[in-house]
Every structure is written in structure tokens, then in C-alpha cells.
């Protein structure tokens, strides 16, 4: 099997660099594609530096699906691996990764993360959505047949957050298989950096209800499971604020962004299932542009 591995990156110069040294420790023989847009920390001369990288793309957007469709352009691999800049794989990946493309469509698997008082890990996630059987995958840490790819027309540039779980809405409706191999996994060693990420609400429910109404439409089944969410993180906020965790201000501006969201993204998603009525279902996909690179320098 010829495989091409595109690791998006951004501003993680350290952190990449010790998941190149991963894919060429466990995958010598693998395509490596780093997709850098844009960094400001010196990752473009570290990655030229290096003699086992292919090729590296440079883009001006920000946005992890942009990335992901930038790489895919250049792979030359009967099959396409994505891996996150600040994973690295573990020596079963590849033999697991390729055992898993003989028989499935896609291949993904776990992130085990090293913590103080031990590891986590996760595990597969697969229900039914309106007769559609949907398996979730680690967008950081998953394989394609390059012919998967094609008929998924790539990733739904739209999608700021949530591109990987679209796309598995849309492999459920093509039929496409997908397996989750233990053995096919990646760790993420524990920073002890104090930070906390801010939930940006209204993308979260902007793509949550745009993936749900493009893939399925504005039936009762996307209503019901859209507001089920809502609710369930309206409780969780409403929890924090009782506890002292949060403000009444801000759980109160947090639902406008939801709804807002939710409003956005049910029109938008309208307007993407009329634009496509293929099964692929992305007007946004890999097909629409020719204009991703600012730069590139391929060394094969």
C-alpha cells in the first residue's frame, strides 16, 4: 500500500516535529505532507530543514478542513492518512492502519493521552441516524482509500468545527465502512499548561444543525436531536452558574450565540442540500477550488 499521511499544522512547530520523528520512526516508507497555514513560530524552516518530509504546502486560511483538502491535492497514495500536529504514532499504527484498509473504507482509532495519575483513551461512537448507520472518527487520527476521498469530494470547507463528523454522515449515506482498530492508535503526551479553551457556542450548534439539515434535511429526527443538545448544555451552564462557575450575563449570552447559531446553520445547511443533491453532499468540497496554495515546496 502507497500512503500518504497529511499532517495540517499551525503554530505547533515542537509538537510537529515530534510527530514527524513519530511517522518516521513507525512509517518510513509513507508519503509525509505537512500543511502549514499560516504559522508565525518558524515552522516552515523547520519543516525544509528536514529530510523526511515530501511535501509541504503552505495556505493562507485558518481552518483545519481547508488544510485537510490542501494535503489531499498533493497525496500521490492509493490510500490518505490525516494526523494531528501534536499526536504521534505508535509503533502498531501503521501495520494496523493498512490491515484496516483491506476490508473497510476508512481506518481510525483511539488517542491515548498521558496524564499524571495515569492514560485515557477513547472509544468508538457509531448510532442510527433516519435509517442511516453513522461511525463517528478521530478526524486527527483516521485513513482513506483515496477512492473514499474522491467520492466524498474531500471535506466541507463551510465547516469551521465539526468537518470529521460530517463527513461521517456522509460515508453512512454512501455505505462506506468504517473500522475502529485499537491497535491503530496515537498519544498525546500531557502540557501542564493551566489553559483553558472558550467554547465558541454559536459554531458548535452553527455546524452541528448545518451538518444535521444538509445530510438529512429539516425533518423532526435533526429538530429533536439539535434541541436535545441545547438543552443538555443549557443544564450544564445553568449547573455552572449555581456552583459559582459561571455568571447568569453569561449563560444568558451563551444561549443567544446558541440560537443564533442554530439559525444560521439550518439555513445554510437548506442552501447546501439544495446546491448538492449528489450523495457526496459538499458544496464546499475538495472539487469547488484550485486556489488553496500560496506556496510549495515538494521534494519527491
Known amino acids: 500500500m502507497n500512503l500518504s499521511v497529511v499532517v495540517p499544522t499551525l503554530n505547533g512547530r515542537d509538537q510537529l516535529a ?29 519543516v525544509r530543514e528536514r529530510d523526511d518530509v515530501d511535501v509541504l504546502v503552505e495556505i493562507s486560511a485558518r481552518t483545519i478542513n481547508v488544510a485537510r483538502n490542501a494535503g489531499i491535492e498533493v497525496a500521490s497514495g492509493d490510500a490518505v492518512a490525516f494526523l494531528g500536529q501534536d499526536l504521534v ?4 499504527w501503521f501495520g494496523a492502519l493498512c490491515s484496516g484498509l483491506e476490508t473497510a473504507h476508512v481506518a481510525t482509532g483511539p488517542t491515548h493521552q498521558t496524564l499524571q495519575g495515569g492514560m485515557t483513551t477513547d472509544e468508538p461512537e457509531e448510532r442510527d441516524i433516519a435509517k442511516r448507520h453513522v461511525t463517528y472518527f478521530n478526524g486527527r487520527n483516521v485513513a482513506f482509500r483515496r477512492r473514499t476521498l474522491q467520492d466524498l469530494d474531500g471535506f466541507d470547507e463551510y465547516l469551521e468545527t465539526g468537518g470529521a463528523r460530517d463527513a461521517a454522515h456522509r460515508l453512512g449515506g454512501l455505505g462506506a465502512d468504517v473500522e475502529w482498530l485499537p491497535e ?6 500531557y502540557e501542564a499548561d493551566g489553559g483553558i479553551e472558550r467554547r465558541d457556542w454559536g459554531w458548535k450548534y452553527r455546524a452541528l444543525a448545518y451538518r444535521l439539515v444538509k445530510n438529512y434535511g429539516l425533518r423532526p429526527t435533526v429538530v429533536r436531536r439539535t434541541l436535545a443538545h441545547a438543552v443538555d448544555d443549557a443544564a450544564s451552564a445553568a449547573r455552572d452558574v449555581l ?9 444568558l449570552g451563551n444561549g443567544r450565540d446558541v ?5 444560521t446553520g439550518i439555513s ?16 464546499h468540497g475538495l472539487s469547488t477550488r484550485a486556489d488553496r496554495a500560496v506556496a510549495r515546496y515538494d521534494w519527491r
Open 18 to 46: 515530534a510527530s514527524l520523528d513519530s511517522l518516521a520512526a513507525h512509517a518510513p516508507d509513507a508519503e509525509v505532507i505537512v500543511v502549514n497555514g499560516p504559522s508565525a513560530d518558524g515552522t516552515t524552516g523547520m
Open 243 to 251: 456552583s459559582g462557575d459561571g455568571t447568569p450575563t453569561g449563560w
Open 268 to 283: 445554510d445547511g437548506m442552501v447546501a442540500r439544495a446546491r448538492d443533491r449528489s450523495k457526496s453532499r459538499n458544496p
Open 184 to 189: 491503530m492508535c496515537v498519544r498525546r503526551e
Open 259 to 263: 440560537v443564533g447559531g442554530i439559525s
Open 89 to 92: 504514532v505508535e509503533e502498531s
